[in-house]
């Protein structure tokens, strides 16, 4: 340790010609403009828009009911506990959005068709949970139909106006080749 902080040569505490300054005297210096400035053109002003002759309509002089007959008279609106329902209608999910899938390549070389049968649940907020496949003619569509499942979007299900997550949506996705 002694080693790595001795200093060789020898210390001098007092240098008198070391200076240290605090706020230095720094010269101003103001920029040049490079950029000619290039005269502007004068632009005419448009000419102004034509007038236009504008006529008056004159008052009517016969009263309304005159021209067009008696208005009837409505009597006031009566809100009752029995004329107004805010009962909410429970529903299930509907699809919004239902993205097909990918028709995966080497299937289609080999000329495949089948289907999956696929199930899920949708969450509340219209987002497909837990994706599976229940079965499929064939292993090579599986994933693509997860894929495609995971990007479909549903209104979720309501129960007395609030959203709740549905479980068990079964649907079937085919897979023909088409010319």
């Known amino acids: ?13 007092d240098t008198p010609d070391l200076v240290v300054e605090l706020f230095p005297q720094v010269d101003i210096i103001t920029p040049e403009r490079t950029v000619e400035l290039r005269p502007v053109e004068v632009v005419n002003p448009p000419p102004p828009p034509p007038e236009i002759d504008v006529v008056m309509a004159d008052r009517p002089i016969e009263d309304i009911g005159t021209i067009v007959g008696n208005i009837p008279e409505f009597g006031e609106t009566a809100i009752t506990n029995e004329a107004v329902n805010f ?16 028709y995966p390549p080497r299937a289609l070389e080999r000329g495949l068709e089948g289907y999956c049968g696929m199930q899920f649940d949708v969450g509340t907020d ?3 949970l837990n994706v599976r496949a229940n079965f ?11 894929r495609a499942v995971e990007r479909w979007r549903y209104a979720p299900r309501a129960e007395n106006g609030i959203s709740v997550v549905q479980r068990g949506i079964t649907t079937q996705i085919d897979y023909t080749i088409t010319n």
């Not at 340790?1 to 505490?13: K, Q, W």
């Open 1 to 13: 340790m002694a080693y790595m902080i001795s200093v060789e040569g020898e210390f001098r505490p």
């Open 87 to 102: 009962n909410v209608a429970d529903s299930d999910s509907r699809p919004i959005v239902r993205i097909p899938p990918i």
């Open 126 to 128: 219209g987002i497909p």
């Open 136 to 146: 499929c003619t064939n292993n090579i569509f599986e994933t693509n139909s997860i």
